[in-house]
């Protein structure tokens, strides 16, 4: 009898996943591996996209290259999981399961920001930076925010990266001297586990002339008036706004009854559910890391190998730790990286300072999973 793994959502969790239990179980899987999409992107080339260096067509990896024994990719929308049965129905039809894991990520949603779909721009979808791709480059005078809404929000590291990339894109262009930049964010400084790293990058904002507003977020927009209104009801005019929008699980996930106070509540050390053989990863829980690829690919790292013990009889995987490396575009074409451990003791973060062979690692970490994953 072949073990029946249905895998919900084909990001960072679910790809991971699929390619670990393919490796090791070949033929002897019957997985299903379940995306509305059909494609994948790194959350980092959103910001490629955003600044003009890379179309979206060119970002994208397509699943149908997914050619991997015992596993099975269908582009099918999921309309229903019932977790006690481990049944799961999608627009084409219904999958019962051994195992069912979840990794169907976040959504946003940017009615939760009044004034952000009228009057601002969000930067975490491909509507977003394609919209902003055409108005970034009309804008050169006046007052850029790039403002937080809302925790938790995916890859902490995101709107620093984008404050100082888009104050290159003004420089290239000429016009950075008629232009401020404002960066709001809910935390004391912009890396909370690391003090290092979070050091480096308000000297970087200090060197570019971007003003850091720690501590606060951006609660609206009014478009009328062109300002930002903060959670303490201060106001700030701004001419282009580039938001991180209130992050959600899926309709499809809160729908499920699985959800504890908005995610997916899991064990952290081996990612169950408390439903028996329903296993969640990644942005969907409330696991207790960042929302970001590399920390839903090592839960997904876990999971597999649970998974594999059961089938095959080996060793159970140490407790899931939550170790991760973040790397941040400072800018220039420079690369920084920060190690984070979070779920051995209280977080704790590496810095690496930027340098060329960490630009190549960032290449690299791209092209492995495009190989491993797709064949590519
Ligand atoms: C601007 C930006 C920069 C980022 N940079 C980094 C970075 O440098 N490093 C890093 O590690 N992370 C980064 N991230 C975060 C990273 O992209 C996410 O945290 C990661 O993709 C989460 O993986 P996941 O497997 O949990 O979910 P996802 O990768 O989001 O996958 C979930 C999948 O579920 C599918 N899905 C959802 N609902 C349904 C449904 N009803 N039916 C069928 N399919 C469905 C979706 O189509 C999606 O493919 C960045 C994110 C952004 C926005």
Same mark, same amino acid.
Not at 230 to 241: A, G, K, R, S
Not at 297 to 325: C, D, F, L, M, W
């Given at each position: 009898?072949?073990?029946?793994?249905?895998?919900?959502?084909?990001?960072?969790?679910?790809?991971?996943?699929?390619?670990?239990?393919?490796?090791?179980?070949?033929?002897?899987?019957?997985?299903?591996?379940?995306?509305?999409?059909?494609?994948?992107?790194?959350?980092?080339?959103?910001?490629?996209?955003?600044?003009?260096?890379?179309?979206?067509?060119?970002?994208?990896?397509?699943?149908?290259?997914?050619?991997?024994?015992?596993?099975?990719?269908?582009?099918?929308?999921?309309?229903?999981?019932?977790? /006690?049965?481990?049944?799961?129905?999608?627009?084409? %039809?219904?999958?019962?399961?051994?195992?069912?894991?979840?990794?169907? %990520?976040?959504?946003?949603?940017?009615?939760?920001?009044?004034?952000?779909?009228? %009057?601002?721009?969000?930067?975490?979808?491909?509507?977003?930076?394609?919209?902003?791709? /055409?108005?970034?480059?009309?804008?050169?005078?006046?007052?850029?925010?790039?403002?937080?809404?809302?925790?938790?929000?995916?890859?902490?590291?995101?709107?620093?990266?984008?404050?100082?990339?888009?104050?290159?894109?003004?420089?290239?262009?000429?016009?950075?001297?008629?232009?401020?930049?404002?960066?709001?964010?809910?935390?004391?400084?912009?890396?909370?586990?690391?003090?290092?790293?979070?050091?480096?990058?308000?000297?970087?904002?200090?060197?570019?002339?971007?003003?850091?507003?720690?501590?606060?977020?951006?609660?609206?927009?009014?478009?009328?008036?062109?300002?930002?209104?903060?959670?303490?009801?201060?106001?700030?005019?701004?001419?282009?706004?580039?938001?991180?929008?209130?992050?959600?699980?899926?309709?499809?996930?809160?729908?499920?009854?699985?959800?504890?106070?908005?995610?997916?509540?899991?064990?952290?050390?081996?990612?169950?559910?408390?439903?028996?053989?329903?296993?969640?990863?990644?942005?969907?829980?409330?696991?207790?890391?960042?929302?970001?690829?590399?920390?839903?690919?090592?839960?997904?790292?876990?999971?597999?190998?649970?998974?594999?013990?059961?089938?095959?009889?080996?060793?159970?995987?140490?407790?899931?730790?939550?170790?991760?490396?973040?790397?941040?575009?400072?800018?220039?074409?420079?690369?920084?990286?920060?190690?984070?451990?979070?779920?051995?003791?209280?977080?704790?973060?590496?810095?690496?300072?930027?340098?060329?062979?960490?630009?190549?690692?960032?290449?690299?970490?791209?092209?492995?999973?495009?190989?491993?994953?797709?064949?590519?």
């Amino acid at each position: 009898m072949k073990l029946r793994v249905v895998v919900l959502g084909a990001g960072f969790g679910g790809l991971e996943l699929s390619t670990i239990l393919s490796e090791s179980m070949g033929e002897t899987l019957d997985l299903t591996l379940i995306d509305k999409s059909d494609s994948f992107a790194f959350g980092f080339s959103k910001l490629d996209v955003m600044f003009g260096r890379k179309p979206v067509e060119a970002v994208r990896l397509h699943y149908k290259n997914i050619l991997k024994p015992g596993v099975d990719f269908r582009q099918e929308t999921i309309t229903s999981i019932d977790p /006690k049965s481990r049944r799961v129905t999608t627009g084409h %039809g219904t999958y019962e399961a051994d195992i069912l894991v979840i990794a169907l %990520g976040a959504d946003y949603d940017i009615s939760a920001t009044p004034g952000l779909a009228e %009057g601002g721009n969000e930067f975490y979808s491909f509507a977003g930076v394609e919209q902003l791709s /055409k108005l970034i480059p009309a804008f050169s005078k006046g007052h850029a925010i790039v403002g937080v809404t809302s925790t938790p929000f995916k890859c902490p590291p995101a709107p620093s990266e984008a404050a100082l990339l888009l104050h290159d894109h003004l420089i290239k262009r000429g016009v950075r001297g008629d232009c401020e930049i404002s960066l709001v964010i809910p935390f004391g400084i912009p890396i909370p586990p690391s003090p290092d790293t979070s050091k480096a990058l308000l000297k970087a904002f200090s060197e570019r002339g971007i003003k850091f507003i720690p501590n606060r977020r951006v609660s609206s927009l009014d478009p009328k008036r062109h300002v930002v209104i903060l959670d303490n009801d201060d106001e700030m005019p701004y001419e282009l706004f580039l938001g991180i929008p209130k992050h959600r699980v899926p309709d499809v996930v809160a729908a499920s009854g699985m959800t504890y106070q908005g995610w997916i509540p899991v064990n952290p050390d081996d990612l169950t559910t408390e439903f028996p053989g329903v296993y969640a990863v990644g942005d969907v829980t409330s696991v207790g890391t960042p929302k970001a690829g590399i920390f839903a690919e090592g839960a997904a790292r876990t999971v597999a190998a649970a998974i594999i013990a059961n089938a095959q009889g080996g060793e159970h995987p140490e407790p899931y730790k939550g170790i991760g490396s973040c790397y941040i575009e400072f800018g220039a074409e420079r690369v920084g990286r920060v190690d984070v451990v979070f779920l051995a003791g209280p977080p704790t973060g590496y810095y690496f300072e930027p340098s060329d062979e960490l630009v190549r690692e960032k290449q690299h970490f791209g092209s492995s999973r495009r190989a491993r994953w797709f064949g590519l």
